[in-house]
T-cell receptor, first 113, second 110 residues
Framework: DTGVSQNPRHKITKRGQNVTFRCDPI?????LYWYRQTLGQGPEFLTY????????KSRLLSDRFSAERPKGSFSTLEIQRTEQGDSAMYLC???????????FGSGTRLTVV | DQQVKQNSPSLSVQEGRISILNCDYT??????FLWYKKYPAEGPTFLIS?????DKNEDGRFTVFLNKSAKHLSLHIVPSQPGDSAVYFC?????????FGTGTSLTVIP
């Protein structure tokens, strides 16, 4: 297993467009997390899944954001009607349980122009 | 509200000397702490961890110290090497998420 995989690595989009990112966790990990990191800040928690159930969402996750993990394997994060403030690195992580095996992907860098 | 703080945005150290990175936190519910290392355009890479029931953990050149009464965490790197140059994030875990500091950029000068 090559770890947590995120695609695409980079995405440039025009303001108002929708974008979707994908995360493939480590195969035996049943927990999956999304974080966002803006310039000069540490990563901030957005949401997490246990299997296919989305169990927690941060107040940072506005109604333009939606995350899914339909079969409890890969996850997608969609941002609708992107704004310049959405420009950030979006990080995915997975774990077996709690902190066990907590591993981050390399992230998707979104630039909204 | 920043629950994990790294007050030094940058640090420069000569190769071979000790690097000390500091982190303070406010939430006494944090039960697990990590240091992550991050290179540009990559996700954070796990470096070393410590449980709240311990006060020290060593792994090779890296040692993490936890002072629960002061709510303070530090990472010591000795001896420092040029390849250690990166941004280091302190992170604290409770519930289902990590809370990160803003990072300290370490530069090890050859």
């Amino acid at each position: 297993d090559t770890g947590v995989s995120q695609n695409p690595r980079h995405k440039i989009t025009k303001r108002g467009q929708n974008v979707t990112f994908r995360c493939d966790p480590i195969s035996e990990h049943n927990r999956l997390y999304w974080y966002r990191q803006t310039l000069g800040q540490g990563p901030e928690f957005l949401t997490y899944f246990q299997n296919e159930a989305q169990l927690e969402k941060s107040r940072l996750l506005s109604d333009r954001f939606s995350a899914e993990r339909p079969k409890g394997s890969f996850s997608t994060l969609e941002i609708q009607r992107t704004e310049q403030g959405d420009s950030a690195m979006y990080l995915c992580a997975s774990s077996i349980h709690g902190v066990d095996g907590y591993t981050f992907g390399s992230g998707t860098r979104l630039t909204v122009v | 509200d920043q629950q994990v703080k790294q007050n030094s945005p940058s640090l420069s150290v000569q190769e071979g000397r000790i690097s000390i990175l500091n982190c303070d936190y406010t939430n006494s519910m944090f039960d697990y702490f990590l240091w992550y290392k991050k290179y540009p355009a990559e996700g954070p890479t796990f470096l070393i961890s410590i449980s709240s029931i311990k006060d020290k953990n060593e792994d090779g050149r890296f040692t993490v110290f936890l002072n629960k009464s002061a709510k303070h965490l530090s990472l010591h790197i000795v001896p420092s090497q040029p390849g250690d140059s990166a941004v280091y994030f302190c992170a604290a875990f409770t519930g289902n998420q990590f809370y990160f500091g803003t990072g300290t950029s370490l530069t090890v000068i050859p």
